[in-house]
């Protein structure tokens, strides 16, 4: 079983530079888990930990019940993409893919066998005898998925590996990953600061900020309940609206509208939140009717976004593309209340 | 600024502000091509003629020596012989012969090359891709060392030589492995400090992937960095082996009384005893810078690469 | 709904690795282990024969001879009241000022302008080709070329053509440096005259042939231009006509005064025929018989000249390789002299010294160069600055670092200065071409036992003096 289990796990440099504080997280067996955040957040980090490249400064990490943080990277059987490829320039492609092999003393044949499947899979049959730099950034990325495949480890970690190719190959590699996850059967742990790439293939995801993980879930859970203002934030385009609000008597108001809230809160003051996608100009209930006064128009094909001021706040509505609106103009807008969210403005945390 | 001149080309842009002036005079001063290529030309033959004479005194007579002067050999080619090399060489391996003193020379040279080589392959990979406590200290140290002059070490050496030599029975002093020994030591702060800066520019990954792949610290030696490194050790190679070739101090000190010299000791030696021999000096000479040359000419790009990371030998 | 990052949630913290900065993972102490064992052969050798040393030597700098008995200071304060020892203090700031800052602007010369050139690689080939030589090689080649003698040094011999053309030697050179003496030659009917030249013992008149003997001229001189017997000259009227001869028969080597059948007479001869005023009264040339004749001579009485330029040496050779001073000092007291004295073989080794490290400097430079940003020099050429001006204001700062680092390791390599100074400076000018490396290694190393305790200090002073160069690199690695 190759579960892998974050157990409070802390990173210090120094005394006063901690870059993972507290990670826990459980991987289970065969999930492909995307951790993701913003850059420099410590996801790098906490991937390196369980790669044993960084030492652990507290915590346990487990993989499945084995604890490894005394164990040497090479005794963890676990393979690593990195965002460079890190291949080795001098060895040819076949001889990058079989040195992880060689290092664990395979049979000759075994290890051909295997290079040779691998490569035929990934579409490098004909590169074998190449160095890396006679490759394409995208044949290299594959031999760094090779190198890694080859090995059939317990555990597959990815660190960016997709963030030097160009965007169409970077859409078709992620669809191929995928099913390489399906194929191995093996746990992914895939690290990314791509919202896109999270939430398209993860099989749940983690998300962390300035080394403290904010929350841990399926793509569906994280976008529809986001556990506070940052993963709130952090998930969709446009960005979700946040306005300050009041609540009295289950009614939220904030500068420019007010809006009923499906349940009673506590709080009498916070953060209310709504996607752009819920402001639209279909008005479903008068009541919670804004009027938005249009600054930029962004007109996408298949959305158009409107950027401007209801009230004092600024908010990001989509509407419909085939409406005629131009920086200026004032428009009726309504929102679909099924999809508020509202935040304690102290904690952060989701309320609502 | 936006005058144009009639004179600016079609297709420049209008706008530039050239002072088109100045610069006519400028270019008026300026040498012409003729000029710098007489200049240059007179300078390589200024730095050619040491060379070139001291091939033409070891291929002239001696006899000719005192008579008229080496370059009457120009325009006199017939003057020129190899009976000075036939000399020297019919000597055989006779003890401070300058055959004996080639081979000598290079029994010191071979070795202290190849361990210099090694053993500062060995520990840049440590401060590079080490990871224990105060390896930047270190590296200073070593950065401090390289240009610490040979002259504060000789005397404590030869007394460590002695000291070692009674407790184990060798003392080498005035043998070959004490030669290298001391030129190895002065040999790796360059050599450390050579290999700390091409391994610094391997991406860490790199090895990271390799421990990942299940190297261990060996493997990942000798598998990754030291084949990375091979252009950097190439130039350390030649750097080191023609800097302990021309060594004469070093040798002199500590073959002591060795009944074999090195080629510069040999050619030191001949200055010394035999003041007007000059057709065994040159011949000698000649030997002497006969293996650098090749090295330099076979290996140029290594060798300059070598003392642009090192310029401060 | 979602799990919840546990920093809203705190748990007791469980330590479960201790806390190493840098971190070593997995292996722990045991991977220190086998990073520290690549550590190890480098660090016996920079221990035991450089570190230590270090430290051996400022010891033995305040022991004596035998580096045995503590002596204090004495060693240092007899490098600093010998005036032998104060000359290579003086010889090193000699190299240190003028060595590095010339190798530098040569190579900063030939750097920018070998750039300009097609046939670049073949030149900077050829500059820096003589960095592979031994010093001891080329110290060799470099005293032949400064050889005294113009037949061997190319340096005396080029000087010697330039100074015969303009001041031809005479066919019977005699040369003061070597003991001889233009009045040595007086044999026979003639004295010493003024400048070097000789005159007629007696007045001669027209239609008088008068003899005059010379001796001391070699045979050898005499066979290479072509002299015959002697003859003596027939009285013609009107004329002074006479003989110069060399008044030595091999036959009869002690008959002075007759012209005998196997002497020769002077071929070539210059002479003047003057006035008893001192004024000249016509020229002749001897012929090969060594008789001349001086026409249409009215009466009086006259003296015939043999002009001193028939015995002008010429150009004789300089001594490159010894030690007269650039600077006057003569006049001033020994330690002064050896203070402030500049022989002339300093200069002719920096010359030497300049070959060899000329190609360092213009490659190092070089590179600079090609490293430098193209578009900021365009820029500049397009703000209107001309080929000088973009060179001085940009390429020259940018290119300072560089230059900066040339300077300092020539200067470092000069303060070293060793086996140039043993093998090219000879046995007369050692003393005064002497370097505190040199020093260090005559008193450590040469007869018998040395001077252990003065040779440490002076090795101690020469360590002192790269600290600053010490200092410098380490800020440039740091910053
Ligand atoms: N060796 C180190 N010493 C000190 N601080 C470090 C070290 N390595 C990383 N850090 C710091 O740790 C923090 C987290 O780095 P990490 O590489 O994990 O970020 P990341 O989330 O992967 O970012 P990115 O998306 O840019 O790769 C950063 O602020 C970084 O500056
Ligand atoms: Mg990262």
């Not at chain 3, 001869?269 to 008893?276: F, I």
């Not at chain 3, 230059?403 to 046995?427: E, Q």
Request: hydrophobic content about 50%; some cysteine; glycine content about 8%.
């Amino acid at each position: 079983m190759a579960s892998v289990t974050f157990d409070h796990v802390v990173k210090r440099y120094t005394s006063d530079l901690t870059v993972v504080k507290d990670f826990n997280v459980e991987v289970a067996d065969k999930e492909f888990m995307v951790l993701v955040g913003p850059s420099g957040c410590g996801k790098s980090t906490a991937l390196r930990m369980l790669a044993g490249l960084e030492s652990i400064s507290e915590g346990q990490i487990r993989i499945g019940d084995r604890v490894i943080n005394n164990i040497a990277a090479k005794d963890r059987d676990i393979a690593m993409v990195f965002q460079s490829y890190a291949l080795y320039p001098h060895m040819s492609v076949y001889d990058n893919m079989a040195f992880p092999l060689q290092m664990q003393h395979m049979k000759k044949a075994e290890i051909d066998k295997r290079v040779k499947s691998a490569s035929s899979s990934l579409g490098l049959g004909n590169f074998l005898d190449r160095k890396p730099r006679a490759l394409s950034g995208g044949q290299r990325q594959r031999v760094a998925l090779g190198r890694a495949i080859v090995r059939n480890p317990q555990v597959f970690l990815l660190d960016e590996p997709l963030s030097n190719l160009d965007a169409k190959l970077r859409a078709q590699t992620r669809i191929e990953l995928q099913k390489l996850h399906r194929d191995l059967g093996t746990t992914f742990i895939y690290v990314t600061h791509d919202q896109v790439e999270a939430m398209t293939m993860g099989d749940r995801i983690a998300i962390m900020n300035a080394g403290i993980l904010q929350q841990v879930g399926t793509p569906g859970d994280i976008y529809d309940h986001p556990a506070n203002i940052f993963v709130a934030g952090f998930v969709g385009t446009p960005t979700m609206n946040f306005v300050a609000a009041t609540v009295q008597d289950g009614v939220a108001t904030a500068s420019g509208f007010h809006v009923k809230l499906p349940k009673a809160l506590p709080a009498a003051k916070g953060i209310l939140g709504f996607r752009p996608e819920a402001v639209t100009d279909r008005i479903p209930d008068p009541d919670s009717a804004m009027e938005m006064k249009v600054d930029v128009v962004e007109r996408l094909g298949s959305d158009q976004f409107l950027y401007g001021k209801v009230g004092g706040d600024s908010v990001t509505a989509r509407v419909d593309p085939r409406i005629k609106v131009e920086p200026g103009d004032s428009i009726k807008l309504g929102l679909d209340t099924r999809t508020l969210h509202f935040f304690d403005s102290e904690t952060e945390l989701a309320l609502l | 600024m936006s005058v144009v001149s009639p004179a600016t080309k079609p297709g420049s842009p209008a706008t530039k502000p050239v002072n088109l002036e100045r610069r006519s005079l400028l270019s008026a001063i300026r040498p012409s091509r003729a000029i710098l290529n007489i200049v240059l030309v007179v300078s390589a033959v200024f730095w050619l003629v040491p060379t070139i004479g001291l091939a033409i005194i070891s291929l002239r007579p001696e006899s000719l020596f005192q008579q008229s002067g080496w370059w009457t050999a120009l325009t006199a080619p017939s003057q020129l012989t190899l009976s000075n090399y036939q000399t020297l060489f019919a000597q055989g391996l006779v003890a401070r012969g300058v055959l004996d003193s080639l081979i000598t020379s290079l029994e010191i040279t071979v070795p202290a090359t190849l361990l210099v080589t090694i053993i500062s392959s060995l520990t840049a990979y440590s401060l590079v891709f080490g990871r224990w406590p105060g390896r930047s200290v270190v590296f200073l140290v070593i950065v401090g060392l390289l240009v610490v002059p040979i002259q504060v070490a000789l005397i404590p050496v030869v007394q460590e030589y002695r000291v070692f030599g009674d407790l184990s029975g060798f003392n080498p002093f005035g043998t070959i492995p004490g030669v290298v020994i001391f030129h190895v030591a002065f040999g790796l702060p360059f050599g450390i400090f050579l290999m700390y800066n091409f391994y610094s520019g391997i991406p860490k990954e790199m090895l990271e992937a390799g421990r990942i792949d299940g190297a261990g610290e060996w493997q990942l030696f000798r598998r990754v960095a030291l084949p990375l490194g091979l252009p950097a050790a190439a130039s350390l190679m030649i750097f080191q082996f023609i800097w302990v070739w021309n060594d004469l101090l070093v040798a002199l000190i500590f073959l002591g009384n060795n009944k074999h010299a090195t080629l510069t000791i040999f050619l030191f030696e001949q200055t010394r005893t035999l003041a007007a021999n000059y057709w065994i000096i040159s011949t000698g000479a000649m030997i002497s810078i006969f293996i650098p040359l090749i090295v330099f000419f076979s290996f140029q790009r290594y060798f300059v690469r070598g003392v642009l990371a090192g310029a401060v030998k | 709904m979602a799990e919840i990052g546990t920093e809203a949630t705190p748990r007791a913290r469980r330590r479960a690795a201790a806390v190493n900065e840098g971190g070593n993972p997995g292996g722990g102490w045991r991977d220190h282990l086998g990073s520290l064992a690549f550590l190890a052969p480098g660090a016996i050798f920079l221990l035991a024969i450089t570190v230590y040393p270090l430290a051996a030597t400022a010891r033995n700098s305040f022991y004596d001879a035998t580096a045995s008995n503590y002596v204090g200071l004495a060693n240092y304060k007899e490098i600093f009241s010998t005036s032998s020892i104060l000359v290579t203090f003086r010889n090193n700031v000699i190299w240190v000022i003028v060595f590095p800052f010339l190798v530098t602007f040569i190579g900063l010369v030939y750097g920018v302008l070998s750039e300009r050139i097609r046939w670049s690689t073949a030149f900077k080939t050829i500059i820096f080709m003589p960095i592979v030589f031994s010093a001891t090689a080329s110290a060799l080649v470099w005293r032949t070329i400064f050889d005294l003698d113009p037949h061997i040094g190319i340096v005396n011999a080029t000087i010697q053509t330039a100074s015969d053309w303009i001041n031809p030697p005479g066919l019977y050179p005699v040369d003061p440096s070597a003991g001889q003496s233009v009045a040595g030659l007086v044999a026979t009917g003639v004295s010493a005259g003024p400048k070097d030249s000789l005159e007629s013992s007696s007045t001669v008149t027209a239609g008088n042939p008068v003899e005059l003997g010379l001796i001391g001229i070699s045979p050898a001189t005499l066979q290479l231009v072509g002299a015959q017997t002697a003859v003596v000259p027939t009285a013609s009227p009107g004329a002074v006509t006479g003989l110069v001869w060399r008044d030595f028969s091999p036959s009869n080597p002690t008959a002075r005064g007759q012209v005998l059948p196997d002497e020769l007479g002077f071929p070539g001869l210059k002479l003047t025929l003057l006035r008893s005023d001192g004024t000249s009264a016509g020229t002749a040339v001897s012929d090969a018989h060594g008789d001349f004749s001086f026409g249409s001579v009215g009466s009086g009485s006259y003296k015939v000249q043999i002009d001193s330029s028939n015995f002008s040496s010429g150009f004789t050779g300089i001594f490159w390789l010894g030690t007269q001073s650039l600077t006057p000092t003569s006049s001033l007291n020994q330690t002064a002299q050896a203070l402030l004295s500049v022989p002339l073989v300093d200069i002719s080794m920096i010359l030497a010294y300049l070959w060899i490290w000329a190609g360092f400097a213009m490659v190092v430079i070089g590179a600079g160069l090609a490293s430098l940003d193209r578009e900021v020099l365009e820029a500049a050429r397009l703000d209107g600055a001309g080929e000088w001006q973009t060179f001085r204001r940009m390429t020259m700062p940018m290119l300072a670092p560089v230059l900066i680092v040339v300077i300092v390791t020539m200067l470092i390599n000069v303060l070293k200065i060793f086996d140039i100074i043993l093998n090219m400076a000879p046995g007369s000018s050692q003393g005064d071409a002497n370097t505190l490396a040199l020093a260090m290694y005559n008193f450590g190393f040469t007869g018998g036992l040395g001077n252990w305790g003065l040779a440490s200090a002076l090795a101690v002073i020469l360590f002192i003096l790269v600290i600053p160069a010490i200092v410098l690199n380490l800020r440039r690695i740091r910053g």
